[in-house]
DNA sequence: TTTTAAAATAGGATTTTCCCTGTTTATTGA
DNA sequence: TCAATAAACAGGGAAAATCCTATTTTAAAA
């Protein structure tokens, strides 16, 4: 038995309480590590990293959070406390995720739907190795350098994606120059320059891109 | 202290190992509960619970699993294990979820961000009163009954569907018109018509309507 | 300071959309 | 069979959208 002087420090950032909560009996049970506190989104750990005294080792990051999420909080976290180690937890196997988490620096990446025991290994992994990769972030990581379809690369400008999420609703396209305050022209100019790029015939044609490319939401 | 014996008997549905893992944890370290086995979704719990000779008296079920999800799982168990309780797990207080649930008899809705605490309470409850109701879903009951928006009840002809749905390609209405085998002018009176009911002013306006009345999908 | 490229703007024609007020053609119930 | 009603269809005009081909302005680079 080691008693808790001894043990690797982890904090909780996870919105749902009673995950939060639960998580922390789990790795409490582990012989070897204890949890500190844990916060509901990234603004709470900033403060509670200010007002507590000791700094853990380990931080169990939710990515998807309100307020701060994961991505911003783990940004903030390499930033300001590099020493501490991130794990992000997700609910879901999101490759575009993974890649940008692993890109900030977050030393691993757990899926909520693993086992307990794994858990463990990854804590035990982060502290001996420095780093914990499942299964699934290897793969994601070889996807990434394969990339199987090239998705085509929208270079949306600025003016572009706003004009493009106006057309989206019932503005005319006089209504839309108004607000970006430019000529209706110009609008027009936007319009058929992504007509020809997108090989769009009209209107409904953009409404239909900007969705499936997750520009508006429903 | 208590014996196994005497503590009341808990299966968790979960998909999220991890969680259902922890939540074994915590509700083991309930004085009065005691966690039986878990399983992955309901088809899952389907064969657990004919090979376990224990039947549990609360059932904590995750409505948001793939292959058998809560909702089927809670009406499956209302009508084979009608005595075991069930208390719903989630993610989202989404109202119509929650009055689905409400309506298939369980017997709480919880929410994946209450405190650990409240679980405690909650399972109590299930056991002395037969039943738990958070605030939240208290107060879904008492929108559910005051609806503030009455959801324009939708009463669409089956040409009128094909039409919106067609509306939302890159066709124009003669191109529609032709496929529906109508004349252009008959589709310039569905078009008409649907704008005055739904109060839109132009295509995209229907666009946006079919999408969210998942008329269409993206 | 030129040169250059991109962004913004125009003119003007055609098509499509939108909107209003009708008429004709089924369909159905008395 | 005869209204009554709904569905389909039309004419015609105004507004908006689409599609060309330029020109002007702006910003960046040489």
Redesign the interface.
Known sequence: MHNDSQKHTVVIVD?????A???E??IN?FPNFRVLFHAKNGLDLQHKLKSEKTLPEILLLDINMPVMDGFETAQWMVENHPSIKILA?S?EDDERAILKMLRTGVKGY???????E??KLALREVIEKGYYHSEKVAETLLNSLNPTEPQVQLNLKENELTFLQL????M?YKEIAEIMNLSPKTIDGYRQDLFNRLN??????L??FA??NELIH?
């Not at 919105?15 to 995950?19: A, G, N, P, Q, S």
């Not at 757990?110 to 307990?116: G, V």
């Not at 057309?167 to 019932?170: K, P």
Request: with cysteine; hydrophobic share 45%; glycine share 6%.
């Open positions: 919105d749902h309480l009673l995950f909560g639960s998580l009996k789990l049970s937890l609910m757990l899926l909520k739907d693993i086992h307990p794994n858990l057309a989206c609703s019932e005319t769009i015939k009209n209107r409904v044609g409404v239909m969705l499936k429903i």
